[in-house]
């Protein structure tokens, strides 16, 4: 399968826990926005980028920058064009809301397991953020 198949699928699941979960899912026109959907709950609006989580030693990791390269080479971030990214992991069947803000601009993780060193400070668990 390839990577637009993959991504379709994710959005798919992705809007179907949000529903789920009591929000109005907006989708825009055409795919030229950086987000995928626009979510509302209790009137208020959210622009959400859709990503596919993959594990990789104990977290489910996602990118949080967009693919195509910016004129000066670099990966364009999403901070300020969107306010949370929605995660899902295939592997678990799982949607995770994650806010833009709590996010580097590059990768994110979302640990499934305690790190190996007891490390809690600055440890995003998957479970905080699980639709």
Do not use: W
Request: charge should be positive; proline fraction near 4%; include cysteine.
């Amino acid at each position: 399968m390839n990577t637009k198949a993959i991504g379709e699928i994710s959005q798919a699941c992705i809007m179907a826990s949000l529903l789920k979960a009591g929000y109005a899912v907006l989708t825009p026109y055409g795919d030229n926005l950086r987000y995928d959907l626009v979510i509302e709950k209790g009137g208020e609006f959210f622009r959400v980028q859709c990503k596919t989580g993959r594990l990789d030693k104990g977290a489910i990791v996602f990118p949080t920058a967009s693919s195509y390269r910016h004129r000066n080479g670099s990966n364009r971030h999403y901070r300020g064009q969107i306010e949370y990214f929605a995660v899902y992991y295939p592997d678990n069947d799982t949607t995770y809301l994650v806010p833009v803000d709590e996010v580097g601009v590059s990768t994110a993780a979302l640990r499934l397991e305690a790190p190996k060193n007891n490390q809690v400070k600055n440890v995003r668990f998957a479970e905080t953020f699980k639709i």
